[in-house]
């Protein structure tokens, strides 16, 4: 099996299940469900004077929001069980034997189990496209709160394969990506709440965290402005070194993951010594039955 083999097989065994439909289905329905709500409750304030891009502004935020987190807990349960599950259908051994290598089957479980999340998030672009009749978003902002979303997406499956090359059970590696993806998502906010501080400043440890990166490619609340950092000879602003976070990580996740993947030589030595004292052993009990 090759890795293009792979990669269309497992794209037939997802897009072919009834519930990948159900999922996209719900979501839409979800995001446009909370997006007439909120134009509904906004429509009667701008009647009585109020911003109609604040409204935009409002909007807009409210999705980004709803999307991410979403996003975030959908895409590590295509991922989580990938490689364990195949252990546990005995079928891991088949793929380790033929023509696939270790990184052809990492990447190609990653972007059969991304496929889920980029069709959502491209299902949500013409809700998101209603936000440019209230204005306050430029279309430049949207594509960067795109990119954050694709980058978290990837980073999020990268976890889930991750977990499920370290955990032999798929229960326990879904739970373990979910619990990762917690303290990824609270601790920051965690030291904010018990570390308070006065200046405008977002502190160093909030710009790994997806909800500052995408508030700050619309500058909602000034975040982008007062919230440049210097990285070398580069001024970045959270969004970016957000983005190179992301990519350092994904990076390291999917390093791991090959290195888990792959028999290590000491397991294969092992294997092979207790094969040969196997032969050995059915040799002398052959031979005394003979006698």
């Given at each position: 099996m090759?890795?293009?083999?792979?990669?269309?097989?497992?794209m037939?065994?997802?897009?072919?299940?009834?519930?990948?439909?159900?999922?996209?289905?719900?979501?839409?329905?979800?995001?446009?469900?909370?997006?007439?709500?909120?134009?509904?409750v906004?429509?009667?304030?701008?009647?009585?004077?109020?911003?109609?891009?604040?409204?935009?502004?409002?909007?807009?935020?409210?999705?980004?929001?709803?999307?991410?987190?979403?996003?975030?807990?959908?895409?590590?349960?295509?991922?989580?069980?990938?490689?364990?599950?195949?252990?546990?259908?005995q079928t891991?051994d088949?793929?380790?034997?033929?023509?696939?290598?270790?990184?052809?089957l990492i990447?190609?479980?990653?972007?059969?189990?991304?496929?889920?999340?980029?069709?959502?998030?491209?299902?949500?672009?013409?809700?998101?496209?209603?936000?440019?009749?209230?204005?306050?978003?430029?279309?430049?902002?949207?594509?960067?709160?795109?990119?954050?979303?694709?980058?978290?997406?990837?980073?999020a499956?990268?976890?889930?394969?991750?977990?499920?090359?370290?955990?032999?059970?798929?229960?326990?590696?879904?739970?373990?990506?979910?619990?990762?993806?917690?303290?990824?998502?609270?601790?920051?906010?965690?030291?904010?709440?018990?570390?308070p501080?006065?200046?405008?400043?977002?502190?160093?440890?909030?710009?790994?965290?997806?909800?500052?990166?995408?508030l700050?490619?619309?500058?909602?609340?000034?975040?982008?402005?007062?919230?440049?950092?210097?990285?070398?000879?580069?001024?970045?602003?959270?969004?970016?070194?957000?983005?190179?976070?992301?990519?350092l990580?994904?990076?390291?996740?999917i390093?791991?993951s090959?290195?888990?993947?792959?028999?290590?030589a000491?397991?294969?030595?092992?294997l092979?010594t207790?094969?040969?004292?196997a032969?050995?052993?059915?040799?002398?009990?052959?031979?005394?039955?003979?006698?």
């Open positions: 090759t890795f293009m083999a792979l990669l269309i097989k497992e037939r065994l997802r897009m072919r299940r009834e519930r990948t439909i159900w999922l996209i289905v719900v979501y839409i329905l979800l995001l446009g469900l909370l997006g007439w709500l909120d134009i509904s906004s429509s009667s304030a701008a009647a009585y004077g109020g911003n109609w891009t604040n409204i935009g502004i409002g909007l807009y935020t409210m999705l980004l929001i709803v999307q991410l987190f979403l996003i975030l807990f959908i895409t590590p349960a295509f991922t989580a069980t990938t490689v364990n599950g195949e252990k546990e259908r891991f088949l793929l380790l034997c033929s023509r696939l290598s270790s990184t052809s990447t190609g479980k990653l972007l059969a189990g991304l496929i889920n999340a980029f069709l959502l998030i491209a299902a949500s672009i013409p809700i998101f496209s209603l936000v440019f009749f209230f204005g306050g978003v430029s279309p430049l902002q949207a594509l960067e709160a795109l990119l954050v979303f694709i980058l978290t997406a990837i980073l499956a990268s976890l889930g394969i991750f977990c499920s090359t370290l955990v032999a059970r798929p229960a326990i590696s879904t739970a373990l990506s979910y619990v990762l993806l917690l303290l990824w998502l609270g601790l920051p906010l965690l030291f904010a709440i018990l570390i501080t006065n200046s405008n400043r977002a502190p160093s440890y909030l710009m790994w965290h997806p909800v500052m990166a995408l700050s490619t619309f500058n909602y609340g000034g975040l982008s402005p007062n919230n440049i950092y210097n990285v070398g000879p580069f001024n970045l602003a959270i969004w970016q070194t957000y983005s190179i976070f992301n990519v990580a994904t990076l390291i996740l390093g791991l090959l290195w888990l993947v792959k028999p290590q000491w397991q294969r030595l092992r092979r207790h094969k040969n004292d032969t050995v052993l059915k040799n002398e009990t052959k031979a005394s039955a003979t006698a």
